[in-house]
């Protein structure tokens, strides 16, 4: 497995896979508005397809009495996050598991998801099968993150999740089949000519 440096904006390097999906500025947005909008001392987290752990370490060095706990299928991507979180210096718990079954015993007062944006019909989809499973559903679907969301969410809790904003329509749809509400949207530009949306989820209001 080829690896190469990723700079940290705290100093640290940490490591992703050469043939894997490269990190984007999605990834400084999305952790940017959770520092910005949980300023409150809150305790589990859970990051769905947490990759090589960037976002759950960057949040873990702004939150450090945050227990966060980042799960992915890909069991190379796994080992890599967990030494990574030890190059950090930071305690996080990166496991192996599947979003589409998940389900903990105690659920999270935060979840936060970076998933794949496109539906297998949608695009061209990469030789590289890291590349391939991180872009396109090929192992989850926008549904199964909401239902995973759904399963592993404290009453009280609040969901962050990006998507392109062509999939609105869709997340609308799929959250009206669970006890989910879209609590706020954010516009994100990072990528060039590809608007992305920054969705903040909640328990419906009772």
């Known amino acids: 497995m080829k690896l190469k440096p990723v700079k940290l904006p705290f100093g640290k390097t940490i490591y992703q896979t050469e043939n894997g999906q ?18 409150q001392n809150i305790g589990e ?9 960037i976002i759950s370490i960057m949040l ?3 939150r450090r009495n945050w227990n966060i706990v980042g799960i992915e299928i890909q069991e190379h991507l796994v080992e890599l996050s967990n030494k990574n979180s030890e190059l950090s210096e930071l305690s996080i718990n990166f496991r192996k598991a599947d979003i589409r079954s998940f389900s903990s015993q105690n659920n999270y007062d935060l979840i936060i998801s970076n998933p794949p944006f496109y539906s297998i019909s949608n695009g061209r989809i990469s030789p590289i099968k890291e590349r391939a499973i991180s872009r396109h559903e090929i ?12 399963r592993n969410l404290k009453e009280a809790g609040k969901s962050y999740i990006i998507y392109p904003k062509f999939r609105l329509p869709e ?12 609590v706020e949207k954010n516009v994100s530009k990072s990528l060039k000519n590809k608007q992305k949306l920054l969705i903040i989820l909640g328990r419906r209001d009772k």
Do not use: M, P
């Open 45 to 53: 987290i859970l990051e769905l397809g947490s990759g090589n752990g």
């Open 60 to 62: 873990k060095y702004h």
């Open 171 to 182: 997340i609308e749809k799929v959250i009206k089949k669970v006890d989910l509400r879209i």
């Open 22 to 39: 490269s990190i984007s500025s999605d990834v400084v947005d999305l952790v940017d508005l959770i520092i910005k909008k949980e300023t």
């Open 139 to 150: 192992l989850c679907t926008l549904e199964d993150v909401i239902f995973a969301i759904d």
